[in-house]
């Protein structure tokens, strides 16, 4: 592989991940040790990654993906998340619906569901969920993003006023320590509010926001009942979630 369609290569698969090892790196394109560092040295100096010790990650950790990017990020595992997590939802059960592409595979993977009761600060799950013509859909107030998320006080307010059985959570990052990470302020006031508010917060997040990074703390993933992920999740993790009787299910 040329060195320019290796560089671009890296950058998409830095970006879609958030980080990725050296070592990874070398099993990815079957190239020595040596050439990924000097690539990683000249994409670092071109500003379009970070270096790190032992690795590159996604030069902003202020900012995510394009939605349109993110939707197409790991399609598969995010709909076999969701295939498991409705599996947990009776008919007849209320639920907040999050921002998020994982989410939305849930949304639609709940059409088989009959009597479901909806609050949802999601555009894109909304118009998922109105197939279901048994479906009673509840849109929250406040400020409509371009990807479709409805955010501000507003809608804090809004979800505030509710109690429901299941929230259906995405996130953006989650640290090595079990922190839950996100790049917008406003959207995690919208998230603390579903957590509050739910009897059972069911965590939905692909493997890759285990190794990305974002600014924004919005608590800690021993704050929710479930966590559904496609994979094993680090060890550290792991022990977290078995110490505080959080349940995890690998999909």
């Known amino acids: 592989m040329r060195q320019s369609l290796r560089h671009?290569?890296?950058?998409?698969?830095?970006?879609?991940?958030?980080?990725l090892s050296t070592d990874e790196l070398v099993a990815l394109f079957d190239v020595s040790p040596q050439t990924i560092r000097r690539d990683l040295n000249e994409l670092a100096e071109a500003n379009v990654i970070r270096r790190h010790h032992g690795g590159a990650a996604s030069p902003s950790t202020a900012e995510n993906s394009d939605y349109h990017d993110r939707k197409h990020f790991f399609s598969q595992e995010k709909n076999r998340i969701a295939n498991q997590v409705v599996q947990l939802i009776p008919n007849g059960a209320s639920l907040f619906i999050d921002i998020g592409t994982t989410s939305e595979a849930v949304a639609f993977a709940l059409l088989a569901h009959q009597k479901l009761r909806i609050v949802t600060n999601n555009l894109n799950a909304a118009h998922i969920l109105m197939q279901n013509d048994s479906f009673d859909i509840t849109i929250a107030s406040g400020s409509l993003r371009q990807d479709g998320g409805i955010i501000g006080e507003s809608t804090v307010e809004f979800l505030s006023q509710f109690r429901l059985d299941f929230g259906i959570l995405g996130i953006s990052a989650i640290d090595l320590d079990g922190t839950l990470l996100d790049y917008d302020y406003h959207e995690v006031q919208v998230k603390r509010a579903i957590i509050e508010n739910s009897r059972n917060t069911l965590l939905v997040t692909d493997h890759s926001k285990f190794s990305r990074r974002?600014?924004?703390?919005?608590?800690?993933?021993?704050?929710?009942?479930?966590?559904?992920?496609?994979?094993?999740?680090?060890?550290s993790i792991d022990e977290l979630l078995k110490n505080k009787n959080v349940n995890l299910v690998v999909c």
Request: proline share 6%; no cysteine; glycine share 6%.
């Open 8 to 19: 671009q290569k890296i950058v998409e698969l830095v970006k879609q991940k958030g980080y």
């Open 214 to 235: 974002a600014m924004v703390k919005l608590g800690a993933i021993t704050d929710v009942e479930y966590v559904f992920t496609d994979s094993d999740v680090p060890p």
